[in-house]
């Protein structure tokens, strides 16, 4: 299995203070159509056994964005496209993308991964930077989730957000089909997120209610049969291990990274995940082959340790 991640370009239509991207990688554009052609066909030679996740900034934005599907789709390659969703509310674009994967492909290794930060327009608004973001990625959803797609609503748990997580979920449950699944996750304080880290803050040992709130209320709707929910990014040890059914490990291992770069012509490069268990607390824990662990600048961040880490023995 071969896994890459492929960020088109870093211009966005969204502002957010939430951004792990910095100043400096924004400054680096777009790729070029020359360069992208030529990493999409040295890709493609993988085949079906190819897991591509298509980002930027908005990778709808960028003009080679829909022959890129159009080319990954003939391999039959596994697509995952992360995307602030906006673009999908004008439904004739939804449309172009179906048709740009082609007749053939088979759907079901489709996915589209869009943050909503909140089902309360002011606080989704707040964290992107753009008044009206809010309508536009929930038609945007809308219209995917009309045409059958597979769509996972991303949350980023933060300070701003953690009080209408529940209600988040009763929005998704109530107004979208179970296409529509939900996926909770820890924030990497990086690029501009650092800079807000004040605002967006909230340790481990304040996000763990407020999670298992959100799952008891997912729990308790009737009409979630085979709808997905996942925690990623975030340590098993700050919720009960009940909950511990809806974790996924993310880490793939080592990850080709294709992103724009003026500092060399060498646009690709292979990195691995800044989430692990790679502590001194973690070593002694039962369940670290488990876990995905702690972003590294959460724990740079917070100096009380036992606030982001709690030791667990299980007996097997």
Known sequence: MVNSYFALGYKCNHNCINCPLSTFDRLHGQLNQKVIQENVNNLVKNGDD????????EPTLHPEFLNVLGVLGESN????VLSNGTRCADMSFVDLMIDSLGEEYDFNRFKYITA???NRSEIHDLLTGVEGSFKESISGIKNLDSRHLNIMIKHIMNKKSLSSMKDL????TDFYSNNVGLQFCSMDFSGRC?????ELYASNDIIGPYLEESLDE??????NCGRRLEIIETPLCIVDPYYWKYYCLSGLGKLEYIAPNEESENN?????SSCHTNYLECQDCDVKSYCDGVWESTYEIEK?????????KVII
């Not at 650092?194 to 004040?198: D, F, P, Q, T």
């Not at 997912?218 to 009409?223: G, I, S, V, Y």
């Open 50 to 57: 190819l897991h591509v996740t298509i980002s930027g900034g």
């Open 77 to 80: 390659a596994f697509i995952t």
């Open 116 to 118: 909503i930060h909140s």
């Open 169 to 172: 979920v009763n929005f998704v």
């Open 194 to 198: 650092r800079k807000n880290v004040g």
């Open 218 to 223: 997912f729990e308790r709707k009737k009409d």
């Open 268 to 272: 690709r490069s292979t990195i691995t």
């Open 304 to 312: 009380d340790k036992s606030k982001v880490l709690q030791k667990v």
